[in-house]
């Protein structure tokens, strides 16, 4: 079992910057990849950014150049820094990862981007 916590969500005003992080617990040394997804109200989830143990990382192309996805193995944390914010960025934020075939998915918290 892995337990993921969210935390960094909030209002923000479109051009602001907020950083998302995610705790991961329990069974942490199965854990290669974690990643971040996001869902808009009323569309499916889209997969954000995902960074490897081995420090692939692979961008969604709506974030490739605003947003940057980094890993603490120490703490076992995974941040994600968004700047450059937009309106469209506006979504619930999820982290994820897969350990021994289980997916497991945080809580989510919300980014709100709108002035």
């Known amino acids: 079992q892995v337990q993921l916590v969210e935390s960094g969500g909030g209002l923000v005003q479109p051009g602001g910057s907020l950083r998302l992080s995610c705790a991961a617990s329990g069974s942490v040394f199965g854990i290669n990849a974690m990643a971040w997804y996001r869902q808009a109200p009323g569309e499916g989830r889209e997969l954000v950014a995902r960074?490897?143990?081995?420090?692939?990382?692979v961008y969604g192309d709506s974030v490739k150049g605003r947003f940057t996805i980094s890993r603490d193995g120490a703490k076992n944390t995974v941040y994600l820094q968004m700047n450059t914010l937009k309106p469209e960025d506006t979504a619930v934020y999820y982290c994820e990862t897969v350990v021994f075939g289980s997916q497991y998915w945080g809580q989510g918290t919300q980014v709100t981007v709108s002035s």
């Open positions: 960074i490897a143990r081995a420090g692939n990382i």
